[in-house]
């Protein structure tokens, strides 16, 4: 099981208890709470209708009976592939009130990705749409059930083919509904993969403990209400999206569900919806923003906007914020292993939230080293660490990621490059693993991608490093053309960095354009994959 393989420092553990940075709770307790003290507050406004918290417990409650009818059972590995959906968040809740763990899979992947999570998994089921635009997901899964000998049940939302059990079926089991569960805090309640930008995707299993601790932290520093209507554009399969509605559960506050992101849809579910508080990437801001759709929009009802998932472009969030003028805006700095590492307070100075990732979360502490390993002072540039109760315990089945990922004291090696002021604010300054090694000088390209987005011609940039004979590595900067622009060359974009009084070591070596960069689920730029085209 998942839980034997987790190796939580015991004092670590005990300190956590003891300072309160860890309860005892579990999704069960957020959701019985706010059945109890709001059954007919709307729990989901969803594109079909609305439920009360009490009409969502009940549907948890029978379909974890459904569930459990199946012989699932507490430490199962149960998928799901789904849209940010009220079956996603109904199959989320219900895995973990039979003491399930939650793996997710982002709906982009294919069978090939799909197939390489549910064997590492094991999952013992999985819970997607038959049908997904024009792809056949139910006859995908079922061909992949036939080839993984853990996978025992499809469960399908739409029209199931043979083979395959309806997920409404689940709610409309036989047995008494399963009002309560056996889970416990220390429990793993999901099963998450890293996004594999840089190498391949490692599991990691996070508890109710790390989850709930973290999301409960924020709904005080974001100053989120009962009477708060929170939006994730980001998928629920991400951690980023489904901690926004643990913090909605933590405070019987309302889900606003946008299935599938497209930014008209966004616009559209705001304006209907009226969210009061948006979770969202720099992606989706430089869409909507490029759409014109604040002006085509009501986005009026907004009070807070929080950017994650990605670097966040300063000007970007300003521009967004005089686009948005009723909403503050917020940055979040999160990794699947570490949960929502640090975040920006609801009322930060819009210079601090564009340029902060913020303090640490409650309950966790940062710090920089140098290559030596050495913490450097406030204002200097280094490797970003972190330890504290949102913290994993380390990756599933992988020992060598294990080795490599903490420090010989415990603390997690992110590979991020940050600056800590003398107040703990954090600023996100690159990926270790992007560094440009020219020669024996090393620069951080984030600055000049940052910069490039400014140029009339291009929508994204993304620079990488390719290996060169006498230097080591030059740099090679990737783009996605804006429409309608004409095709700058290499000497072009030098110029334009050169005016911006960029030092020409750091100017790019080679220019390639691509019809689209390829992505990760919650749009960051896969290094990896545009580094193998230079192969």
Same mark, same amino acid.
């Given at each position: 099981?998942?839980?034997?393989?987790?190796?939580?420092?015991?004092?670590?553990?005990?300190?956590?208890?003891?300072?309160?940075?860890?309860?005892?709770?579990?999704?069960?307790?957020?959701?019985?709470?706010?059945?109890?003290? =709001?059954?007919?507050?709307?729990?989901?406004?969803?594109?079909?209708?609305?439920?009360?918290?009490?009409?969502?417990?009940?549907?948890?409650?029978?379909?974890?009976?459904?569930?459990?009818?199946?012989?699932?059972?507490?430490?199962?590995?149960?998928?799901?592939?789904?849209?940010?959906? *009220?079956?996603?968040?109904?199959?989320?809740?219900?895995?973990?009130?039979?003491?399930?763990?939650?793996?997710?899979?982002?709906?982009?992947?294919?069978?090939?990705?799909?197939?390489?999570?549910?064997?590492?998994?094991?999952?013992?089921?999985?819970?997607?749409?038959?049908?997904?635009?024009?792809?056949?997901?139910?006859?995908?899964?079922?061909?992949?059930?036939?080839?993984?000998?853990?996978?025992?049940?499809?469960?399908?939302?739409?029209?199931?083919?043979?083979?395959?059990?309806?997920?409404?079926?689940?709610?409309?089991?036989?047995?008494?509904?399963?009002?309560?569960?056996?889970?416990?805090?220390?429990?793993?309640?999901?099963? !998450?993969?890293?996004?594999?930008?840089?190498?391949?995707?490692?599991?990691?299993?996070?508890?109710?403990?790390?989850?709930?601790?973290?999301?409960?932290?924020?709904?005080?520093?974001?100053?989120?209400?009962?009477?708060? %209507?929170?939006?994730?554009?980001?998928?629920?399969?991400?951690?980023?999206?489904?901690?926004?509605?643990?913090?909605?559960?933590?405070?019987?506050?309302? +889900?606003?569900? !946008?299935?599938?992101?497209?930014?008209?849809?966004?616009?559209? %579910?705001?304006?209907?919806?009226?969210?009061?508080?948006?979770?969202?990437?720099?992606?989706?801001?430089?869409?909507?923003?490029?759409?014109?759709?604040?002006?085509?929009?009501?986005?009026?009802?907004?009070?807070?906007?929080?950017?994650?998932?990605?670097?966040?472009?300063?000007?970007?969030?300003?521009?967004?914020?005089? =686009? *948005?003028?009723?909403?503050?805006?917020?940055?979040?700095?999160?990794?699947?292993?570490? *949960?929502?590492?640090?975040?920006?307070?609801?009322?930060?100075?819009?210079?601090?939230?564009?340029?902060?990732?913020?303090?640490?979360?409650?309950?966790?502490?940062?710090?920089?080293?140098?290559?030596?390993?050495?913490?450097?002072?406030?204002?200097?540039?280094?490797?970003?660490?972190?330890?504290?109760?949102?913290?994993?315990?380390?990756?599933?089945?992988?020992?060598?990621?294990?080795?490599?990922?903490?420090?010989?004291?415990?603390?997690?090696?992110?590979?991020?490059?940050?600056?800590?002021?003398?107040?703990?604010?954090?600023?996100?300054?690159?990926?270790? =693993?992007?560094?440009?090694?020219?020669?024996?000088?090393?620069?951080?390209?984030?600055?000049?991608?940052?910069?490039?987005?400014?140029?009339?011609?291009?929508?994204? +940039?993304?620079?990488?490093?390719?290996?060169?004979?006498?230097?080591?590595?030059?740099?090679?900067?990737?783009? *996605?053309?804006?429409?309608?622009?004409?095709?700058?060359?290499? +000497?072009?974009?030098?110029?334009?960095?050169?005016?911006?009084?960029?030092?020409?070591?750091?100017?790019?070596?080679?220019?390639?354009?691509?019809?689209?960069?390829?992505?990760?689920?919650?749009?960051?730029?896969?290094?990896?994959?545009?580094?193998?085209?230079?192969?």
């Amino acid at each position: 099981m998942i839980r034997d393989s987790m190796k939580f420092p015991v004092d670590l553990a005990s300190t956590y208890f003891a300072d309160g940075r860890w309860a005892r709770e579990t999704l069960d307790t957020l959701l019985d709470r706010a059945a109890s003290n =709001k059954p007919d507050v709307p729990s989901i406004d969803h594109p079909g209708g609305i439920l009360t918290y009490a009409e969502l417990s009940d549907l948890v409650s029978r379909t974890a009976s459904g569930l459990a009818a199946l012989g699932l059972k507490q430490g199962d590995v149960i998928t799901t592939q789904l849209p940010n959906t *009220v079956e996603f968040l109904i199959s989320h809740l219900a895995i973990g009130r039979i003491g399930g763990v939650h793996q997710t899979i982002h709906l982009p992947y294919g069978p090939k990705d799909t197939e390489f999570h549910l064997r590492h998994a094991k999952s013992k089921a999985i819970i997607a749409p038959a049908m997904l635009k024009d792809t056949d997901m139910g006859a995908v899964m079922l061909d992949l059930k036939q080839s993984l000998s853990d996978l025992e049940h499809v469960i399908l939302t739409g029209d199931a083919p043979a083979g395959a059990i309806p997920f409404d079926e689940l709610s409309a089991s036989d047995s008494p509904p399963m009002t309560e569960g056996p889970s416990q805090g220390a429990d793993p309640c999901m099963l !998450l993969y890293t996004s594999g930008t840089t190498s391949s995707p490692k599991g990691v299993p996070l508890t109710f403990q790390m989850l709930l601790s973290n999301s409960k932290a924020a709904t005080k520093r974001f100053g989120f209400t009962a009477e708060d %209507r929170i939006l994730s554009a980001a998928p629920f399969s991400h951690l980023y999206g489904i901690f926004n509605f643990h913090a909605a559960l933590e405070l019987g506050a309302t +889900a606003v569900l !946008l299935p599938i992101f497209t930014p008209p849809d966004l616009g559209q %579910r705001i304006s209907d919806s009226k969210p009061t508080v948006v979770f969202s990437a720099p992606a989706h801001a430089a869409a909507v923003l490029g759409m014109g759709l604040t002006e085509k929009f009501d986005f009026s009802s907004i009070r807070l906007t929080v950017f994650s998932g990605a670097a966040c472009p300063v000007e970007l969030l300003k521009s967004y914020q005089t =686009k *948005v003028p009723t909403s503050t805006v917020a940055q979040l700095w999160g990794m699947t292993e570490i *949960v929502a590492g640090c975040f920006t307070h609801h009322d930060d100075v819009l210079e601090d939230a564009a340029n902060y990732a913020g303090p640490a979360a409650p309950g966790n502490e940062v710090r920089v080293l140098d290559a030596e390993g050495n913490q450097i002072p406030a204002e200097e540039e280094g490797e970003l660490q972190i330890r504290g109760s949102s913290v994993f315990s380390g990756y599933l089945d992988n020992d060598d990621a294990n080795d490599a990922a903490f420090s010989s004291d415990g603390w997690f090696m992110t590979g991020d490059l940050a600056v800590i002021d003398k107040r703990g604010y954090v600023k996100l300054t690159g990926r270790s =693993k992007d560094i440009i090694n020219r020669g024996g000088i090393k620069y951080n390209p984030s600055d000049i991608e940052e910069l490039l987005l400014q140029h009339p011609a291009i929508d994204q +940039a993304a620079i990488v490093p390719m290996k060169d004979e006498v230097l080591g590595e030059r740099a090679c900067c990737f783009a *996605v053309l804006n429409a309608g622009e004409d095709i700058p060359d290499l +000497a072009n974009i030098c110029a334009f960095l050169n005016d911006r009084n960029v030092s020409k070591y750091k100017w790019p070596e080679r220019l390639e354009f691509v019809e689209e960069m390829p992505l990760t689920p919650t749009r960051k730029i896969i290094k990896g994959r545009l580094a193998k085209l230079l192969d």
